[in-house]
């Protein structure tokens, strides 16, 4: 049974930083995808960022552009856990975090229907 665990979700300043945890169980993320997704109240789930991790060889990240530069996807294999480490944080960054792995093949990472597997989800609000 595949389960996605989020946590370090919480209420932050604007400007503040905060990281995000994503452990998985069941699940191998060789040659795929794990993303984090975001959504906020009144609108859709948006890609933020993932990190592709090779059988063989690196790992790849993709950010979406509004988080570009602020936000760094990471892993640690022996923990089996994906981090988000948030940094400059903006109101517009409110939302429930989600984790997401199982793309299906020939699917956009950022796109949130070709997932299998979703996290409960981990509240973020940043206060002006």
């Known amino acids: 049974q595949v389960q996605l665990v989020e946590s370090g979700g919480g209420s932050v300043q604007a400007g503040g930083s905060l990281t995000l945890s994503c452990t998985l169980s069941?699940?191998?993320?060789?040659?795929?995808?794990i993303s984090w997704f975001r959504q906020a109240s009144g609108k859709e789930r948006e890609g933020v960022a993932t990190v592709f991790t090779k059988y063989v060889g690196g790992t790849n990240q993709h950010y979406a552009p509004s988080v570009g530069g602020r936000f760094t996807i990471s892993q640690d294999k022996a923990k089996n856990t994906v981090y988000l480490q948030m940094n400059s944080l903006k109101s517009d960054d409110t939302g429930m975090y989600y984790c997401a792995a199982g793309l299906r093949s020939g699917g956009d990472w950022y796109r949130s229907h070709g997932y299998k597997y979703w996290g409960q989800g981990t509240q973020v609000t940043v206060s002006s």
């Open positions: 069941g699940y191998t993320y060789l040659d795929a995808y």
